[in-house]
């Protein structure tokens, strides 16, 4: 991936994009939008990515109602066979419910579509509704993701793959297709808390990705410094850190709040009762969208300088917006798109350079 900006984060390009896990949307009157609807409008929001020069469009796997974005690999094609710079990828894959082959060929063939613009994140699964889904026991929640992990790595290789686990058939001189046409396939693995997934990535030579969604940003600088740590120790050369956050960009600091506190109220909330988290008050929320906070709300100028910030004190070089929160209408997330990628990418890449 390439930008204009200066080299940072261990002289690495700084990348700036977007992720989203397909929240439903509304209409103009709050009226929740068809899934079919909310998948074609996704279409349109990435392609508008990067008509306003972002880096990269993600789209990350749930099977829920208000998340219906179960083949993101679909989707991503269909943005790429109408972009011809930006990047696409997971964001993430639950590789821990999938099989590491089949996701290897959905997104060597989606490189193959875009010309060598895929990426993939892969991570364990903070939201587990995949686990019953495609029969997998929580239990093994563990197990099948450094397995499945072990056999992607492989597959990364290129064929002939030899490879032999508990999760899966054994492959034994298995041409696996189709084939990358150039160098390999950008791995990353996302972390939310664990200091081993922080070292599965060093070990297999993925990139990190951090994924912040509540508390001080500041508090993951000791994983990326653990990273760059176990890179040495497994003789490994340095390798990019980015960090996803939730946000939302609006004209004022007033407007984004306004727009973003009763759908995030209204989502944590309906999430809370299966994931456990705090339901959130106004002044949590307050705290969170403040210069300390893991959410990224407000102005462009806001929340350029909030992401240059953060940035520096973890040591990264990539930054992706979770942009969108269910009920927030596809207008308001096109107007997010259109100013995060001609105020708050250029904002930041000014910071930065300075």
């Known amino acids: 991936m390439t930008t204009a900006a200066s080299e940072v984060g261990g002289g690495f390009p700084l990348v700036l994009g977007l992720d ?3 929240d439903l949307t509304s209409d103009e009157q709050g009226r929740p939008l068809s899934h079919a609807q909310t998948i074609r409008d996704l279409v349109e929001q990435g392609v508008l990515a990067d008509q306003v020069g972002l880096d990269f469009f993600g789209i990350g796997e749930h099977h829920t109602d208000d998340f219906p974005l179960s083949a993101a690999d679909v989707v991503l094609g269909a943005i790429a066979a109408r972009t011809e710079r930006i990047h696409v ?4 894959t639950v590789l821990s419910s999938d099989d590491p082959v089949r ?5 060597s063939t989606l490189n193959a579509l875009s010309g060598g613009r895929a990426e993939v994140i892969l991570g364990r699964g ?31 290789k290129g064929s002939p793959v030899n490879w032999e686990g508990k999760t899966r058939a054994s492959l034994h001189d298995q041409d696996v297709v189709p084939h990358l046409e150039h160098g390999t ?12 997934s922080v070292i599965r990535a060093a070990h297999y030579g993925f990139s990190l990705m951090l994924a912040i969604i509540g508390g001080s940003p500041s508090r993951f600088a000791p994983f990326s410094q653990l ?57 949590s929320f307050l705290a969170e969208v403040g210069p ?21 004190t973890l040591g990264a070089n990539r930054f992706d917006l979770k942009y969108g929160m269910g009920g927030l209408s596809h207008a308001a997330l096109m107007t997010n798109i259109e100013l995060f990628g001609t105020q708050v990418a250029p904002r930041v890449r000014e910071l930065m350079a300075s």
């Open 126 to 156: 903070s939201s587990i509704d995949s686990f019953p889904l495609f029969g997998y026991d929580l239990a093994d929640y563990e197990d099948l993701f450094e397995e499945k992990t072990n056999l992607f790595a492989e597959l990364l």
């Open 185 to 196: 396939l950008p791995t990353w693995i996302g972390v939310g808390g664990s200091p081993q």
């Open 292 to 312: 300390h906070g893991a959410l990224f709300v407000g102005s462009p100028e806001t929340v350029a300088q909030k992401i240059a910030a953060n940035l520096k």
């Open 89 to 92: 990828g997971s964001a993430v």
């Open 20 to 22: 989203t896990f397909g």
């Open 227 to 283: 990273f760059h740590k176990a890179l040495d120790s497994f003789g490994r050369d340095p390798l990019p850190v980015g960090v996803h956050s939730p946000g939302h960009v609006a004209a004022t600091d007033e407007l984004a709040r306004e727009e973003f506190w009763p759908r995030y109220l209204e989502v944590i909330t309906h999430v809370s009762k299966t994931r456990g988290f705090a339901i959130p008050t106004k002044q």
């Open 103 to 107: 996701v290897f060929q959905r997104y």
